[in-house]
């Protein structure tokens, strides 16, 4: 009987030990979450800052100063011996008709040297190249007068986008005369800021207003299908013989120990292999995309690789079993159903492996991919640079316009990467199995 008494007694103290020891473990519960909470809004908070700095610094490239102006294609400068033959075409001084345009819009008469070069400073040394391009195209222009808009130099362009002050003081690059004649055209709706087409349709350039993003575009374009070309059939054999024909032993071991391994190899480990052997050995081309395809495939394999095994095991080995037992082959089971179902998960890993490979810069420059290109290319063969290469090197020139540029080339790029990683979310969701 006491024995019970004693026992009554002491459970109001148990049941107080429980309540505080379930009040301390939901106090740790509550901190577990706001620091997860807190860790989460830390980390939106640094992507905010840093795609906000990206698109303050870049959104203003995706705009361009130009100049209207009446250009007279005069034959006793572009043709004096009215042959139209190309080479005379190509050599014309072409800027002295953007020159004589200019002083026209301003209204002066028989200015000395010292206005003209002052007026150079409000006209860009790529007129020369847009003119010649017009006439070339359609030499019939020769002798008519056409309104033509024209780039404005970079500094005039910062200055009308207010990243440059008007006082010289300050970092000013325009003497009083040339912000009134700025004032002038700006007045008369001759000096206008438009979309930026030359961002799109030029390669690069030693000119900020005229560089542009088609050349590194269409350089990371043929890059990426060549990788694809080899790295998607290559990864996926590879891993359908792993995954399901080859036998279990120290080989095959070693094998997906080095595959997992290379997978966090840093990138520019397979440039200098590529270095050794695409160019040193087999003598391909450097800065062609076709050799950087080929170091990005060594890149984005081992990744593929992996998500192609981890896709297979994800097929129900019943799946396996009655086909089997249905009378078809080891190869017929494995191209009939497995690999169509286990197809959307490679899909997906392909395609983040590929977006990888587009955002690589390290392993190209490894192999040349980093030098000044102007043309376009036409072939895999050709020279060309690609997306990552052209932000390096935009951004480490001075000049502001190029920073401008850089920044701008960083939101075509994430454009691309969102566009990839989105695809593959995609096929995911659409042909994602349950089992």
Known sequence: MSELTNAMA??????????????????????????????IAIAIGFLIVLLGSIIAKGYPAFVQTEIRMPIYFSPEIIDPSGQREPSALASADYGQLARQALIGQLGLQDPDRGTRRQLSALLSQGNDVVLRKMVLDDPALIGTTQEVWLPAPAA?????KGHMAREADKGGQFNERQLG???????????????NQWLF??????????????????????????????SFPLGVATAVYLEEFAPKNRWTDLIEVNINNLAAVPSIVFGLLALAIFLNVFGLPRSAPLVGGLTLTLVSLPTIIIAARASLKAVPPWIRE????????????????VLPLAMPGILTGSIIGMARALGESAPLLMIGMVAFIVDVPATPMDPATVLPVQVYLWNASPERAFVE???????????????????????????????
Do not use: C
């Open 405 to 435: 540029k850089a920044s701008a080339a960083i939101i075509v790029l994430l454009v691309f990467l969102i566009v990839m990683n989105a695809a593959a979310i995609y096929l995911r969701k659409k042909f994602e199995r349950r089992w």
């Open 156 to 160: 005039l362009d910062q200055l009308i």
């Open 201 to 230: 349709s030029n390669g690069d350039s030693r000119q900020p207003e005229l560089a542009g993003l088609k050349g590194a575009i269409v350089g990371s374009f043929f890059s990426l299908l060549v990788t694809l070309v080899l």
């Open 10 to 39: 002491s459970s109001p103290s148990i049941e107080a030990k429980v309540e505080a020891k379930l009040a301390r473990r939901r106090a740790a519960e509550r901190r577990f979450r706001a620091a997860g909470f807190g860790a």
């Open 322 to 337: 009655a086909a089997l037992g249905l009378g078809a082959s080891r190869l017929q089971m494995v191209t009939h159903h």
């Open 181 to 195: 004649w700025i004032d002038q055209l700006s007045a008369q709706g001759l000096l206008q800021k438009r979309f």
